[in-house]
């Protein structure tokens, strides 16, 4: 069974920065998503099983960075010059069906429980 611990949310100010981390039972490719009250859940980032590729969405690219420790079985979301619009409960997720390459958004089939992001302006 794939489990998936994220911490690391909180309240932050506009321009501030917070890192996310998701914990994770095994190594897997991995992506973080987000769902903003009222909105639908949408891509932020996802990096390869071995780190190799990394993709992100044009609305934090430039500002959020994702990384694993393999070691530890762990990804990271570091996000800097944190924008009010950032707001969202932030969930990582692990495809057990692709490893090699960053998956395809319909192809994640674990999902940790969530995080809140809180940027005030």
């Known amino acids: 069974q794939v489990q998936l611990v994220e911490s690391g949310g909180g309240l932050v100010q506009a321009g501030g920065s917070l890192r996310l981390s998701c914990a994770a039972s095994?190594?897997?490719?991995m992506g973080w998503f987000r769902q903003a009250p009222g909105k639908e859940r949408e891509f932020v980032a996802a990096?390869?099983?071995?780190?190799?590729?990394?993709e992100y969405s044009h609305s934090v690219k430039g500002r959020f960075t994702i990384s694993r420790d393999n070691a530890k079985n762990t990804v990271y979301l570091q996000m800097n010059s944190l924008k009010p619009e950032d707001t969202a409960v932030y969930y990582c997720?692990?495809?057990?069906?692709?490893?090699?390459?960053?998956?395809?958004?319909?192809?994640?089939?674990?999902w940790g429980q969530g995080t809140q992001v809180t940027v005030s302006s």
């Open positions: 990096i390869s099983w071995w780190g190799s590729t990394i």
């Open positions: 095994s190594r897997y490719a």
């Open positions: 997720a692990a495809s057990t069906v692709v490893s090699g390459y960053v998956p395809p958004t319909d192809k994640y089939n674990y």
